[in-house]
């Protein structure tokens, strides 16, 4: 399960407070000079500029990292601090707009060279890359810092691409159990020396760099591997180290001298240090936000409804906001195995009887909860098309009659009853009320059933057998791309191999022959292009099958401090590139 998905959880706002709650996009924004402060002026382009060094970030967040062992990180927001002390092959160019989206070499001296059949990659290093304490990164520190992704056992939580990608039926273990005298014995990385290192695929896997950006693939020092504790102190490969850390209260970073910017096109290291205060409550966050105690909220998750009030009312304090798409779709998925949505018209209905209006007020309105979602891959993904709207849904408005005829058509003209399934968290039983609300006008009866968070994904609508059981025909949910491609993002939502009997993601439980002969096309497809061309193809039919309900395209309000340089949110994150920001001297 993507736990990133688990983190936008935006505070909804009433209409009294004066947000927009209709479909469409605010007229609000940009409306400065470039480089200067104004709403969502940080969507798309730098605010305030800046090449000045000195001073020290303040910043907070209301919990603690996942982990700070970047083999274990799958929060959001720690993927993005995580390119202050983490370095890999590969990473995101460190741009505003769409421009940041693209990867650039990082630890590589170049793009790889990958053989003709897409099966193998070469990367050279550059020269002069280190560790915090002056040591040389060579090769074999990458290869093993991707093995210890091996080692589930002992480093449990972070993404296991790498080893659906890498382990070939060996059935590594992680070098806690390798046998190889030197610990790198997994055979699908090879490292014929200290600056060359060679990855071996069972098959061609366009998308497979990306997996080599994230923080899981950076190196580490085999000497400095404390296993299951390395989290309370990892190794410096970038260009800030850690000073302290108290587990739930702070962590204080302070510049890695061993780290040469010449080596680093993408970091520009501005602030002298960087304090992570932890554990504040949401309020006393943005109380200190608005006084200018810190300068951001890591969490990047939105302000809470008071402040939000105080934003969106005051120009000086909107000015300093940004509500930019955050690239996770709010949907709701119709089980396919759970009759009656065994019935594609059944399915239909409830696509045609969604108010997504009140489903979006519910999320915080246009400015702080999101556009009008109308397909299942967000604007972000290369293959999104705008204007591909299959039930007419852009107004957000219900359409009975529709609704109707297709309840006829599954034989259901007086309706039915069903459950729904949604979290017993922040916003999340409102929308599951207001959809309520929605199909009870068109006869529908749904029953909803709250659940903790904690086992909601995991065992309650993440089992299938669970859901058949207790007939959950409707579930709620949020998903975030791993990687900023139509694989990274919608292949565990709709690939019928992908269905688990624990831990599943395809919640409508989609199992087309035709999306998942697609999905293989896509994957071994090396084209960009193309691969976007196939993800458009298979968002259709996916929408064709009727069992994804998209209703928003994330936001989330976020306020940055006034002192703040340098400011953009960076597309592949969904909120603001914490290593390029810096503080006005």
Known sequence: MAKKKVLVTVVAVGLALGLAACGGKTDDTKTANAGASAFNAANGSVVNPSDVKGGTLKLANSSDADSWDPARAYY?????????????????????????LGLVPDLAA????????GKTYTFTLKDGVKFEDGTAITSKDIKYGIERTFAQDVLSGGPTYLIDFL???QGYKGPYKDTDPNKLGLKSVQTPDDKTIVFTLKEAFGDFQYLLAMAAAAPVPQKADTGDKYGSKPVSSGPYKFESYEPGKSVKFVRNTAWDPATDTVRKALPDAIDLTLGLDPAE????????????????????????AKIMLDKDLKANADAPN??????????NNVAPFDNEHCRKAVQYATDKVALQTDRGGADAGGDIATNMLPPNIAGHVDSYDPYNTKSGKPQIEKAKEELALCGKPNGFDTIIAVRNKGKEPKTAESLQAALKAVGINATIEKHEAAVYYKSVVGSPDNVHKKG???????WGADWNTGYGYLRALVDGRAILANGNNNFAEINSPEINSLIDQVTAEPDATKQAALWTKINEKVMENAGLIPFVYDKALNYRGKRLTNVYVHEAFGMVDFGSLGIAQ
């Open 167 to 169: 382990d070939q039926g």
């Open 326 to 335: 955050t690239g996770f779709i709010r949907y709701i998925a119709l089980s």
């Open 285 to 308: 966050i943005d109380n200190r936000l608005l006084s200018g105690a810190i300068d951001i909220d890591t969490g990047q998750t939105g302000v809470q409804a008071a402040a939000q």
């Open 76 to 100: 959001a927001w720690v993927w993005d601090m995580n390119r202050l002390y983490s370095r890999t092959l590969m990473t995101y160019d460190a741009k505003a707009g769409k421009d940041g």
């Open 472 to 478: 959950y025909g409707i579930i709620f949910s949020g």
């Open 110 to 117: 170049k793009a790889p060279e990958i053989s003709a059949d």
